[in-house]
């Protein structure tokens, strides 16, 4: 935010205002600009998602909305949802109803206020930054779990009841695989995790130990059921659900459903990439001198995004998981993982330094 509030100081008359005031526009504008980039990338992410599922499939996908491949067609489809009749069920809990997306939304939005794009570009540095974003996932949780009993519908109720014991129980083998680099950094600022990787891709927690190494694929597995991914959608089994705990949402308040779904699947993969990836740091080491070929903030977004694929291709290439076996995968063989790897990484950290 302090490099907001420099911008901010070039603005004639913005000096002379008191420093609550001085922080609270840098506040409010540092949330717009999360707030148009998350818009901008999530139809984005649309689009591409469209692209991916259609040549997994051998087809086209979107092509004529704008021009080159539908580029435009993202932007048709969030101006339709917009336009929508928003219906309210004369049976839903109409507060709870219309709170439930916002809190979904505000659970996404706030993740990236601690995502280091950059040395300076980040909103807030906080020095228990990995303990905030595990704490703001859990809003997550509060609003599947609103949306669907608010709805008074079944299938609304039963994909918020799965949503939310899918997300609190694969949260402990990811917080505790995230711990396996914290034990390491001795820090819970997400800077400082990144500064601990400097040095280019040899020194990257995904090549330092085989234990940060399995570490990375176990916190993305439980990424997966987090932003309720293939295969772990079941809180959306279309063919079982209709659409779980959104069935009865739509237009604008369903859009931000969605809105928070692409969000999430940003964070979870920027913080995989502070965690693991060396964040914006260089790639390529030159004598005592790093290499930076780009600006942090490009390099961390396309590192990001390879995983976003990742995350899309897992979609079009996997089955749904039974619900037996979700919570098979998670606490029996992700937590006792989870659980080994902490205690390797201990001994590396304490036997060889």
Not at 27 to 54: N, P
Not at 226 to 251: C, K, Q
């Amino acid at each position: 935010m302090e490099s907001i509030r420099q911008l901010l100081a070039f603005i004639p008359g913005f000096g002379g205002l008191p420093d609550a005031a001085q922080a609270s526009l840098a506040a409010v504008t540092s949330g717009v600009i999360l707030f148009l980039f998350i818009a901008v990338m999530v139809m984005f992410f649309v689009w591409l998602e469209r692209k991916v599922s259609a040549h997994m499939q051998d087809r086209l996908g979107p092509m004529y909305v704008g021009g080159w491949h539908g580029w435009a067609q993202s932007i048709a489809d969030s101006l339709k949802l917009l336009l929508k009749e928003d219906i309210i069920p004369a049976a839903a809990d109409r507060f709870l109803f219309r709170l439930a997306p916002f809190i979904v939304f505000v659970g996404a939005f706030a993740g990236f206020v601690v995502l280091p794009f950059g040395s300076s570009s980040i909103v807030a540095d906080l020095n228990v930054g990995v303990f905030y974003l595990v704490a703001m996932a859990s809003l997550t949780v509060v609003g599947i779990l609103m949306a669907g009993w608010a709805s008074n519908n079944k299938y609304s109720l039963y994909g918020g009841m799965r949503g939310a014991a899918q997300i609190v129980s694969y949260e402990i083998p990811g917080t505790i695989s995230m711990m396996t680099v914290i034990i390491l950094v001795g820090s819970l600022s997400m800077q400082d995790i990144v500064a601990a990787q400097s040095g280019g891709l040899h020194r990257w927690f995904l090549f330092r130990n085989p234990f940060t190494f399995i570490s990375f694929f176990v916190y993305f597995i439980c990424s997966l059921a987090e932003v309720n991914r293939t295969p772990f959608d079941i809180p959306e089994a279309e063919s079982e659900l209709v659409a779980g705990f959104h069935t009865e949402y739509s237009g604008m308040r369903w859009a931000l459903f969605y809105l928070a779904e692409y969000a999430n699947m940003f964070v979870v993969a920027g913080i995989a990439t502070t965690l693991f990836l060396g964040g914006w740091g260089p790639v390529l080491p030159d004598a005592a001198v790093p290499v930076q070929l780009l600006p942090g903030p490009v390099l961390f977004t396309l590192k990001a995004l390879a995983l976003v694929f990742v995350q899309m291709w897992c979609r079009w290439a996997l089955p749904r998981l039974r619900v037996d076996q979700l919570m098979y995968m998670c606490w029996k063989v992700l937590l006792p993982l989870s659980l080994l790897l902490v205690l390797g990484v201990g001994a590396v950290a304490v036997y060889w330094k």
